[in-house]
C-alpha cells in the first residue's frame, strides 16, 4: 500500500512583513522576522524604508524606491495567508500596498500604524487623515494602535476612560465592517502600576491587564504585531493572538 504522505511542513503559512528597516535589530522587520522565526513561521518581506539608527539615536531614514518596493511585492507571490504592517514611508508606498492587498487578498491583514519612532522621527511622511491611510484601516482585519497613534489618526487629544471608549467606537466605524480585532494598546496611558490592552471584536469586548515591568525596550509595537499574527497562523482566536501577543513582548523584551 502507498500511503500519502504528508510533508512536515505542508501546515505552516507563510506571512509577509511590510515595515523599514532599522539595522540596529530592535524595531521594524529584523524585529517581525525574529518573532516569526522563533514561532515557526514562514516569512517573506517587502521593505518600505531604510533606515540608521541605534537603539538610542536615530539618525536619517530613506524611503525605498517605489518600483523596487512594487517589484519585492510582486516577488512575495500570492500564497501569503497574513500581512504584518508598520512603518509604511509614504502614502504612495501605502497605496501601491492597498493595491497589492487587493490583488492578493490575504486572510490575515494586521496593521500596527508605525507613525513616529520612540527615538522621535516621524516615520509616515503623510497625514494620518489620508484617504489612503484610511483605506487601509477600512480593510485591514486587525489594528493595533497605541493611545499617541490614535490620537494622530482621530486627530485630537483622547483623555480619560470615556474619552478612550469612545475613540474606540470611532476607530471600529472607520475600520472594516466588522473589524475583526481592535487593539488599543495600554503602554502608553497614565496607569503607573498596569499596562491594559483594551481588545474589542465581534466576539465582545476584553481587557488584558498585566503588571508593569521596569524599562522601555524599542521594538514593542513591532514585537507585538508580529506575535499576534503568528498566533492566528497558528490556528488561535483573535483575543487568544492579543493574550498570546502581550505575553510574548512581556517575556522577550522585558526583565523579569
Ligand atoms: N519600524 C521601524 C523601521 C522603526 O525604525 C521603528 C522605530 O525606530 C519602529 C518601527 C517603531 O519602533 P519603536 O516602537 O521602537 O519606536
Excluded at 465582545?204 to 522601555?216: C, D, K, Q, S, T
Excluded at 492566528?232 to 501577543?245: I, S, T, V, Y
Amino acid at each position: 500500500m502507498v500511503r500519502r504522505r504528508i510533508s512536515p511542513t505542508a501546515r505552516i503559512k507563510t506571512v509577509l512583513a511590510v515595515g523599514g528597516i532599522d539595522p540596529s535589530g530592535h524595531a521594524g522587520l529584523f524585529a517581525d522576522v525574529r518573532v516569526f522565526t522563533d514561532l515557526g513561521i514562514r516569512w517573506k518581506v517587502a521593505a518600505t524604508a531604510i533606515t540608521a539608527q541605534s537603539k538610542t539615536k536615530f539618525y536619517s531614514w530613506t524611503a525605498v524606491p517605489i518600483p523596487t518596493f512594487k517589484a519585492q511585492l510582486q516577488a512575495a507571490g500570492t500564497k501569503i495567508f497574513g500581512v504584518k504592517i508598520g512603518m509604511l514611508a509614504t502614502p504612495r508606498h501605502l497605496a501601491v500596498l492597498l493595491d497589492w492587498l487587493k490583488q492578493t487578498g490575504p486572510r490575515w491583514i494586521v496593521w500596527d500604524p508605525v507613525l513616529s519612532a520612540s527615538t522621535g522621527p516621524t516615520l509616515f511622511r503623510g497625514s494620518p487623515r489620508h484617504p489612503k491611510f484610511l483605506e487601509l484601516l477600512a480593510r485591514c482585519d486587525v489594528f493595533t494602535p497605541n493611545l499617541p497613534e490614535v490620537e494622530a489618526v482621530l486627530n485630537r487629544k483622547i483623555a480619560g476612560q470615556s474619552g478612550i471608549e469612545k475613540a474606540a467606537q470611532e476607530l471600529l466605524k472607520l475600520g472594516k465592517k466588522p473589524m475583526r480585532l481592535l487593539v488599543l494598546k495600554g503602554g502608553h496611558a497614565n496607569d503607573r502600576k498596569y499596562s491594559t490592552d483594551l481588545v474589542y471584536s465581534p466576539r465582545g469586548y476584553a481587557e488584558l491587564r498585566a503588571a508593569r515591568r521596569p524599562g522601555n525596550p524599542r521594538g514593542t509595537g513591532c514585537t507585538y504585531a508580529a506575535a499576534l499574527l503568528s498566533a492566528l497562523c497558528l490556528g488561535r482566536n483573535g483575543l487568544e493572538a492579543a493574550r498570546f501577543a502581550k505575553d510574548y513582548v512581556l517575556k522577550h523584551l522585558f526583565a523579569k
